[in-house]
């Protein structure tokens, strides 16, 4: 018996390795339906952003990059589908340079028209760019939606956007276009004309710098999604209300799924998450039972 | 004069950028020059800096080098998007790894540490519930609801703690350089 706890203590990492993947891998192909129970954080979240009237217009702050996409892509993605039915208008900006492409990223992967295009007054509008198909309904660039860039500066760009968004951001991503041009940000002038933020964060500059300048400096009400990693430093925003809602990790992404009714990639990838779990737990416990059970012995000899 | 700094601080963090692309080739250039045993590292380096800026430039309807269909675009969906994710995914690997060989229940501390981690990361998945079930754990008992207990009320507290830590460390850190008593940053002792 101690022979076999002594080989479990040294057993190849590459075992464990391969353990993972199939946990991870296996659990895709097998289409299991799990349950997924909508914890409060992400329900003052879906309340936040239902009370919103139509026509309302939301800034989508994009700080992340595709290391953080398997959790974050889908809020995102789960976001522009219910802002485009509920004929919310969203401006995305992104305070690290990945996260508007990341942005793009999500609207050609919820865009139903593919590789569609309509003429209008001679212009050619693309499907997937210049319009979004989400069912019956249609988001349009410029009017609709409007996509910013990128802006270097951190939390100091936010605190800019407090007195002046076009001292921020003077043109828009796409077209280089002036943004006063666009229809959309006719009227937003500053941060506090915005009535809501959406804050999609793996890290600095994220989701604590918005809550820290823009919704206590300029008062405007924000809702994070958050990596796993990084969702517990932000919770003690959500305790004190500064927060209007926390989604962490993939577990969020799948819960923001259930409420706004389109289950997708995060419901699904959350069964390989839970194998994941439950073998890592079940290492640490193996692990530990060897452990304890070598340690005597090798005591006794020392 | 707050958004005069401002404007300023977005110009040279946009110019640091610049600054920190060049200072990538120079180091790579280097190492590629003195035959540093990680030179081809340096060489893969810089034929992707290279091949994304000209991507960039000229291959890409210049203003328009993020929309999608670009080849600056095509890069960032089929070359660095898949490289990055995989970094990150290769965290669950070595987290079960490092988790199997080193998280010990070692003395009281390290044994509640284990049993919040296996309540949090059970409780974040809905396998607690079936869990909860199987053991017909009432309701304030179960796995997810003892999860958001420990997020909720414990992680908030230490947060806190950390946060006013590092709040009072700051300040008086700024007390020391503004009264003279803290002159490192100028090279002193």
């Known amino acids: ?302 | 004069m707050a958004d005069m700094f401002s404007d300023w601080f977005s110009i040279i963090a946009a110019c640091a950028i610049w600054l920190g692309a060049l200072n990538l080739l120079k180091i790579s250039l280097n190492k590629i020059y003195k035959k540093d045993k990680d030179r081809f590292y340096a060489v893969v380096t810089i034929i992707s800096f290279l091949l994304i800026v000209i991507a960039g430039f000229f291959f890409s309807g210049g203003r328009r080098f993020q929309e999608p269909g670009t080849s600056f675009d095509w890069l960032y969906i089929n070359v660095y998007s898949p490289l990055s994710a995989t970094m990150f995914a290769m965290l669950a690997f070595y987290v079960a790894s490092a988790s199997y060989r080193a998280f010990r229940a070692r003395n009281a501390q390290a044994t509640i540490l284990l049993l919040a981690a296996f309540v949090v990361m059970i409780g974040r998945t809905p396998f607690s519930d079936w869990l909860s079930g199987v053991f017909f754990l009432p309701e304030g008992w179960q796995i997810s609801n003892l999860s958001n207990i420990i997020m909720n009320f414990f992680n908030v507290a230490g947060q806190r703690a950390i946060m006013i830590g590092i709040s009072l460390g700051l300040i008086s850190t700024a007390l020391r350089v503004i009264l003279g008593i803290e002159r490192t940053y100028l090279g002193g002792d």
């Open chain 1, 1 to 302: 018996m101690q022979r076999i706890f002594e080989k479990l203590l040294a057993i190849d990492r590459r075992i464990i390795f391969l353990v993972i993947f199939l946990a991870l891998s296996i659990p895709i192909f097998l289409g299991i339906k799990i349950n997924i129970k909508v914890t409060d954080e992400v329900q003052i979240f879906y309340d936040a952003i239902s009370s919103l009237p139509s026509g309302s217009r939301i800034m989508v702050a994009c700080d992340y990059d595709p290391g953080s996409e398997p959790e974050l892509q889908p809020m995102a993605e789960s976001g522009f589908r219910y802002f485009i039915q509920n004929n919310l208008r969203f401006v995305i900006i992104g305070l690290w340079p990945q996260g508007p492409m990341q942005a793009n990223k999500a609207l050609v992967s919820i865009n139903e028209a593919k590789d569609e295009f309509i003429v209008e007054n001679g212009d050619t509008l693309y499907f997937g760019t210049d319009l979004i198909v989400v069912g019956p309904d249609t988001a349009r660039y410029g009017i609709d939606f409007v996509n910013l860039g990128f802006q270097a500066g951190n939390e100091l760009v936010i605190q800019r956007m407090g007195s002046s968004i076009k001292a921020a951001f003077a043109s828009d991503l796409r077209l280089g276009k002036p943004i006063e041009e666009f229809d959309i940000m006719r009227g937003l002038n500053q941060l506090s004309d915005f009535d809501f933020i959406f804050n999609l964060s793996a890290g600095y500059p994220g989701t604590v710098e918005w809550v820290q300048f823009a919704v206590d400096r300029f008062h405007v009400a924000c809702g994070a999604g958050n990596t796993a990693v990084q969702a517990p430093q932000v919770y003690p925003y959500l305790d004190s209300g500064q927060l209007s809602g926390l989604m962490g990790g993939m577990k969020g992404a799948a819960e923001l799924e259930k409420v706004v009714g389109h289950k997708a990639k995060a419901t699904m990838f959350m069964v390989s998450q839970t194998a994941a779990h439950i073998f890592v737990i079940l290492f640490i416990v193996i692990g530990n039972i060897a452990y304890f059970a070598t340690r005597g012995k090798s005591g006794r000899k020392g």
